[in-house]
């Protein structure tokens, strides 16, 4: 029996910016095909799921400057339209996003507190992510954002997951964040058995580069680590496709692609929309004898509440 495999998309992020970004200078790739508004996130999202994703990880944005906003009714309301237009499992991104203030080109990252604020979104999310260590995320010639994810904030966002009943995906941006992951386990904080899903950014600088052999070892890693973790992973620009097909050959449950991570369907062709990138990783996982696991497969493999 083939293996089923959960496609996410990452509709638009927190650092793409869209071609029309306002008094910008350009920190980062840009495209017009960005959705920004999440009545335009919500139709990105319901194009995915026609093109077989089954996972959509969100972010919200400041309509006017576009850039990442932590309002928190920005965030509902993108998760209120995704769930007016399809079943699609939500996931937001607990990191939220760094952005630059306008003023002063000055890269600002989400507080603690903005972060855990995510843990009263309404109409609530069915994932949220974590982030598990600290880093510093290089941005182009702006120079770098501290990512900081301490301890005693991951113990209130573990919490607060496991008293809402949400499903948790672990961001493990370097192998010293599964040895963070597991020193919370022998805590108490939570169970290194219990079935949370891993996700392994690459190709970010100032995070783990994008290689087969960095992928072969942390995933290995994990999995001795925690045995009934599922996990998934991603790569950054040019490194998309081959490292989400490195992922396949190795076992992952889920594989992400997305505008956050790669505006590209080909080289220097921009994709215009998610589905496409989302197509492209569906024909990838076929010719690998995958088969595209649904909504209900996927909530079942994530152990998520049923809608």
Not at 100 to 111: G, L, M, P, R
Not at 278 to 294: C, G, H, P, Q
Request: hydrophobic share 40%; glycine share 8%; proline share 6%.
């Amino acid at each position: 029996m083939a293996k089923k495999l959960i496609i996410q998309v990452a509709p638009f992020g927190s650092n793409t910016l869209h071609e029309n970004t306002p008094n910008l200078p350009n920190l980062g790739k840009r495209t017009p095909y960005l959705p920004i508004t999440p009545e335009e996130v919500a139709e990105e999202a319901y194009r995915s799921y026609n093109a077989g994703a089954t996972l959509c990880h969100i972010h919200a944005r400041d309509p006017v400057h576009m850039l990442a906003t932590p309002d928190i009714k920005v965030w509902g309301d993108v998760v209120a339209r995704i769930r007016e237009k399809c079943p699609i499992v939500i996931e937001a991104g607990g990191g939220i996003g760094a952005w630059v203030d306008t003023t002063t080109w000055q890269i600002i990252a989400a507080s603690e507190e903005q972060k855990l604020a995510l843990l009263d979104i309404k109409p609530e999310p069915d994932m949220l992510t974590l982030n598990m260590g600290t880093f510093d995320m290089s941005i182009g010639k702006y120079g770098f954002s501290t990512f900081s994810n301490t301890p005693p904030f991951q113990r209130k966002i573990i919490k607060g997951i496991l008293e809402r009943g949400w499903g948790m995906e672990l961001e493990i941006w370097d192998v010293s964040h599964l040895y963070n992951t597991m020193a919370l386990c022998e805590e108490g904080v939570f169970d290194k058995n219990m079935p949370f899903h891993i996700d392994y950014p690459l190709g970010v600088a100032g995070g783990q580069p994008a290689t087969a052999k960095q992928l072969m070892y942390i995933s290995e890693e994990g999995k001795r680590m925690f045995p009934n973790s599922k996990w998934q992973a991603l790569g950054i620009g040019k490194d998309e496709f081959p490292m989400i097909t490195m992922a396949m050959l190795l076992g992952a449950d889920s594989v992400r692609v997305g505008l956050e991570d790669n505006i590209y369907i080909s080289h220097g062709e921009l994709a215009k929309s998610n589905a496409e990138l989302v197509e492209k990783a569906v024909r990838i996982a076929r010719e690998l004898d995958f088969e595209i696991a649904t909504v209900e497969e996927a909530r079942e493999l994530l152990h998520l509440k049923k809608k």
